[in-house]
């Protein structure tokens, strides 16, 4: 074998190894992608199942009651308004609840509500479930009662990481397919519920939480266009979050146009090179309510 023979077959030798191994990156990046979407997707269905049961045991008596609205979680300040979070209260029977009423014999008040994290240092939030029986106590629908919990430390952490969150109920009153964001049904009335109610949210969690992408420069007023520096995220939308500031763009990662600062009710502001930017995965999910809504007379 001569001497470039031997130098052709070392360059093939090493084209070979540099292909095997960049297919099992290839490989394995794609394993790590689906290990992670994986562990997002059961966190969510855990939360679809407890929502399913809860809005399955919805009163829907004489008695029972719903009422989809939003709290303040923070007061306007010099420069930004006031910051509100949707929240979701219904009476629900307990016996379908036996976590809550392990006897069975009376009715639940539950309260889902997002709660800011840190309302100081950015919109993440968690999505806490309250529940505490009929009578016990201020009722969850008293002004004030909710916020009177959470200051006690009550209340289960269901998600954390929650970038944004929508509730939605189909009109009772209104077009077939029509959503309205709020809603209040009392109780001792002939108003029907809504037939059926929906929940989208976006969340940070796992890598996208621990090491998230960072600015590559700063961001003015003036900014057309964002640079980020990290790791791709597994899905990215069209809003990202910086700080408190709401951003819509549009591309793909790592580089995105700007096509709206301030977004969802937050305020534009400067951002310095190196700041966090939070990449939220979607996710959504509907319930259809016991007897499509309908009020039951005894």
């Known amino acids: 074998m001569t001497l470039l023979e031997v130098v052709l077959a070392l360059a093939l030798m090493v084209l070979l190894g540099s292909f095997v191994v960049g297919v099992l990156r290839s490989v394995l990046g794609i394993w ?44 306007a300040g010099e420069e930004e308004p006031e910051w509100r979070l949707p929240r979701l209260r219904f009476l629900a029977r307990g016996e379908n609840l036996p976590l809550d009423d392990p006897g069975g014999e009376r009715a639940v008040e539950i309260a889902w509500l997002l709660v800011p994290e840190d309302a100081a240092a950015s919109r993440l939030c968690r999505l806490v479930r309250i529940a505490q029986p009929e009578g016990a106590g201020a009722s969850l629908l008293e002004r004030g009662r909710l916020e009177e919990l959470l200051r006690q430390g009550a209340g289960l952490t269901v998600l954390d990481g929650v970038a944004w969150l929508e509730f939605a109920a189909e009109d009772p009153a209104g077009a077939a397919g029509g959503e309205v964001r709020a809603l209040r049904v009392e109780p001792d009335r002939p108003d029907d519920f809504p037939r059926r109610l929906s929940l989208r949210l976006e969340r940070v969690a796992g890598r ?91």
Do not use: K
């Open 208 to 298: 996208a939480r621990s090491h998230p992408p960072r600015l590559d420069g700063e961001v003015s007023d003036a900014a057309g266009r964002l640079l980020l520096r990290g790791s791709a995220p597994l899905a990215a939308g069209d809003h990202l979050l910086i700080g408190r500031e709401w951003i819509e763009v549009g591309g793909a990662f790592p580089s995105f146009t700007v096509r709206q600062r301030g977004a969802r009710g937050s305020v534009a502001a400067d951002h310095p090179r190196g700041a966090p930017v939070w990449l939220p995965q979607a996710w959504s999910a509907s319930w259809r309510l016991p007897a499509d809504g309908r009020r039951l007379q005894p």
């Open 32 to 75: 790590q992608a689906s290990e992670r979407r994986g562990r997002g997707d059961l966190v969510f269905l855990a939360t679809v199942e407890q929502f399913r049961r809860d809005l399955g045991a919805l009163h829907t008596g004489p008695r029972g009651w719903l009422v989809l609205d939003d709290w303040r979680a923070r007061a």
